[in-house]
């Protein structure tokens, strides 16, 4: 199982989408994430970095191929570890298709006409957080608030960044998963590690990379599920992935 983010951590609910009887189940946090330490750091944490510890741990439990389930961004690195070790991946289990291509962040993140037209009050406090004539890079000025020196308002920003996801993620508002961030660490891990991938664009040499690569997972059995209404992680990437560009 390959969780979301990055930074969101796993919890034991997430054993509950395989059957017992009939798999192995294995959970992992990626780095900074859920227990892993140390917390929210970001030096030494990229996609190929987690890419070759998910290699490390199959070698390390001794798994000759495995399922590789994730969704969101863990849709992104379950795609990543299956075009890097394809010969590793037995089939994919992938929901909320997530590819960071640079239209996906700024459909989500900046005001460019995607999920703040459809979550004006949640982005309206996710935005103004950030003062005006910085607002036309939002993820640009949170980052350099996320990896600042002032601690309080690191926490602040990891809150706003946290919350605009978590109001959003769901078909409808979830209070239990706003809840999530009343814990400061979630917030710290999730905000510092996904803007400083999306920041980064990945690590990706180009932009649709994930894309482009499909044919060299084309032979792996595979299952997309993908909500017509994901507002994080829009249906035109799920359909890109099937059907090509």
């Not at 863990?74 to 298709?97: E, F, N």
């Not at 999920?115 to 103004?128: G, L, Q």
């Not at 910085?134 to 600042?148: P, W």
Request: hydrophobic share 35%; with cysteine; net charge neutral.
């Amino acid at each position: 199982f390959v969780h979301g983010g990055p930074g969101g951590g796993t919890s034991p609910r997430d054993a509950r989408y395989f059957d017992p009887a009939s798999y192995r189940i294995i959970l992992f946090d990626q780095r900074g994430a859920g227990e892993s330490t140390p917390a929210s750091e970001l030096r030494e944490n990229n996609t190929w970095e987690l890419v070759e510890d998910m290699e490390k741990l199959r070698k390390h439990l001794g798994v000759d191929r495995w399922v590789v389930f994730g969704g969101s961004w863990g849709s992104t690195l379950s795609l990543t570890y299956a075009q890097t070790h394809p010969g590793k991946v037995k089939a994919l289990v992938l929901r909320g298709i997530f590819t960071l291509r640079r239209k996906e962040l700024d459909w989500f993140y900046e005001d460019k006409g995607g999920a703040c037209m459809i979550y004006p009050d949640h982005f309206e406090t996710y935005k103004n957080f950030i003062p005006r004539p910085e607002q036309n890079n939002l993820m640009g000025a949170y980052y350099r608030r996320l990896t600042g020196e002032d601690e309080a308002e690191r926490l602040a920003a990891a809150k706003h960044w946290s919350n605009w996801e978590m109001a959003t993620s769901r078909l409808l508002i979830d209070p239990s998963y706003l809840k999530r961030t009343e814990s400061d660490q979630f917030a710290l891990n999730f905000a510092r590690i996904e803007c400083h991938y999306f920041i980064n664009g990945g690590w990706f040499e180009t932009d649709s990379q994930l894309l482009d690569g499909v044919e060299k997972i084309r032979h792996i059995p595979g299952t997309i599920v993908q909500g017509r209404y994901d507002i994080v992680c829009p249906a035109e990437t799920a359909y890109k992935l099937r059907f090509g560009p």
